[in-house]
């Protein structure tokens, strides 16, 4: 059974960074691709980027690009999301998610990690 | 960037109801990279189609998906207490963003 944890809520002020751990099990980690989805409070779902831990090179969503670095490290089985120059709209639940099928960025996801909070304020 | 509408924002049903619920893509999709996703409060989304017409692993036959080009649907046969919930859909072809639309809320009349 596939499972994906992540890291524990986290407070920041505006202009710092955070970075979000995603550790998973059960599964082949290196072949899925891993992507990164937001939801502020109380809206909908966005996707931010996402990763295929053997090929290495990440994609980003437009809106992120240059404040994100997505990384894997296939060794422990983690994947990384750091967001940087953080103000209060990046307030919100980050999840990981992994892709249905192997080697293949274009599936559905079908397994989720439990969330991360990441609250932004002064 | 393909941009996806959903409708109605919310739809009131009791328990039995058939639930139609759309979702409208800026662009032409390929049927093969629409997925559907059901999130209840404090969870995770929870995958239910993918491929615009395929139910994933668990997920019960009430649930269907239907679609093609821009305009897809999903269908709740007869809704149940535990379907009401958020839903979303999810393009994921060609190349990134894999975009998901606003949502629709599902709650009971």
């Known amino acids: 059974q596939v499972q994906l944890v992540q890291s524990g809520a986290e407070v920041k002020k505006p202009g710092s960074s955070v970075k979000v751990s995603c550790k998973a099990s059960g599964g082949t980690f290196s072949s899925y691709a891993i992507s990164w989805v937001r939801q502020a409070p109380r809206q909908g779902l966005e996707w931010m980027g996402g990763i295929i831990p053997i090929f290495g090179t990440a994609n980003y969503a437009q809106k992120f690009q240059g404040r994100v670095t997505i990384t894997a490290d296939k060794s422990t089985s983690t994947a990384y999301m750091e967001l940087s120059s953080l103000r209060s709209e990046d307030t919100g639940v980050y999840y990981c998610?992994?892709?249905?099928?192997?080697?293949?960025?274009?599936?559905?996801?079908?397994?989720w990690g439990q969330g991360t909070l990441v609250i932004v304020s002064s | 960037e393909i941009v996806l509408t959903q409708s109605p924002g919310t739809l009131s049903l009791s328990p039995g109801e058939r639930a139609t619920l759309s979702c409208r893509a800026s662009q032409s999709v390929s049927s093969f990279y629409l997925a559907w996703y059901q999130q209840k409060p404090g969870q995770a989304p929870r995958l239910l189609i993918y491929g615009a017409s395929s139910r994933a692993t668990g997920i019960p036959d009430r649930f269907s998906g239907s679609g093609s080009g821009t305009d897809f649907t999903l269908t709740i046969s007869r809704l149940e207490p535990e379907d009401f919930a958020v839903y979303y859909c999810?393009?994921?072809?060609?190349?990134?963003?894999?975009?998901f639309g606003q949502g629709t809320k599902l709650e009971i009349k």
């Open positions: 998610a992994r892709g249905r099928a192997a080697y293949n960025w274009n599936d559905a996801v079908d397994y």
């Open positions: 999810q393009q994921y072809g060609g190349s990134p963003p894999f975009t």
